[in-house]
Structure formats: C-alpha cells, structure tokens
C-alpha cells in the first residue's frame, strides 16, 4: 500500500469527525471563551475548518519558514455554521488532492519547519504532516468538543460513544 493510500484512510475519518463537530458549533457565540487565555469559539471552529489548507501545503511545499510565510494568511473570522463548514470543505478537497497525487518518494523527503534561523522541524514530509495537521487537527477538533459541551450542546460520537450519543463504525 502506498503512503498516500494510508494518510488517506486516516484523512476521511479525521475529516469526517470534524465536520460532524463543527455541524453543531453555534451561532451567535462566535466570541464565547471557556477561559481568558482560550482561543474564541468561532475562531476555533474556522481553525478547524482551516487546518487541512496547511496540510496541503505541507504536501505541497518543499518547506515552511514561518517568519517568511509564503502563502496567505487565512482568516479565521466565524461568519455563519455554512461558510466554516464550506471552508473545511474547501480546504479538505485541496489537502485531500494532494495526498493523492503524491508519490512515497516525495512523502518520505525531508520537509523543512523552521520560523527564521530557527528550526522547529526537519524530518519526513509524511511525519510533518500527521503531526502538523492529523494531531493538530484531531487536539484543536477535541477541544472544540469540550467547547460545545460547555454550553450544553451535545458531543458527537467520534472514536466512541459519548455521554450524548451512541458510537457505531461508519
């Protein structure tokens, strides 16, 4: 099997667990924080919706160099429930080309993280990538979780049940 088969295979499910989450991020509470040093609801929710756009630029690129970015910032402004889920659509269809496309050789290549002279990464393409956007992507999709049961909407089941709904494998 290919490494583009197998980031795919976890690609759909992560993707689809996040969609399912952010079909039930509120409107009206886009400035709503658990917390003085917690990040927005809204701005979460389009971080979540964002995040498979850098991943394809993971794929794509031959490096990041965050204090030289580039590729344009995106917003995270929160306009409605439609266009956050519009932009995970959107950015899910350019990150999940790019997987496809890409042969192992160019997966298992060096892909360079750094901001400035500082190196922040430096080690293959496809690790870059389960950990810049897979985990980082699943963490920011989980605390979004905690954010809807903090004001008393229900969790999805996303790796098992949760205490609002029952889990079944899709």
């Known amino acids: 099997m290919k490494i583009s088969e197998l980031l795919l295979q976890d690609f759909d499910v992560e993707i689809s667990n996040t969609r399912r989450t952010l079909e039930r991020v509120p409107e009206g509470k886009n400035d709503w924080k658990c917390h003085g040093k917690s990040m927005e609801l809204g701005k979460l929710a389009m971080h979540c919706a964002s995040l498979p756009l850098f991943g394809s630029?993971?794929?794509?690129?031959?490096?990041?160099?965050?204090?030289?970015?580039?590729?344009?910032?995106?917003s995270l402004e929160f306009t409605s429930r439609d266009a956050c889920l519009q932009q995970l659509d959107?950015?899910?269809?350019?990150?999940?080309?790019?997987?496809?496309?890409?042969?192992?050789?160019?997966?298992?290549?060096?892909?360079?993280?750094?901001?400035?002279?500082?190196?922040?990464?430096?080690?293959?393409?496809?690790?870059?990538?389960?950990?810049?956007?897979?985990?980082?992507?699943?963490?920011?999709?989980?605390?979004?979780?905690?954010?809807?049961?903090?004001n008393d909407?229900?969790?999805?089941?996303?790796?098992?049940?949760?205490?609002?709904?029952?889990?079944?494998?899709?």
């Open 90 to 150: 959107d950015s899910a269809k350019a990150c999940r080309d790019a997987i496809a496309a890409s042969p192992d050789e160019a997966l298992a290549a060096p892909w360079k993280f750094s901001y400035g002279e500082h190196l922040i990464s430096h080690g293959p393409r496809s690790l870059a990538f389960r950990q810049m956007c897979f985990n980082h992507l699943v963490h920011h999709t989980a605390q979004l979780g905690v954010y809807l049961r903090l």
């Open 57 to 74: 630029y993971i794929i794509l690129d031959d490096g990041m160099d965050m204090a030289a970015p580039k590729r344009p910032k995106t």
């Open 153 to 170: 909407i229900p969790v999805p089941a996303l790796y098992g049940p949760s205490a609002d709904e029952q889990w079944s494998p899709k």
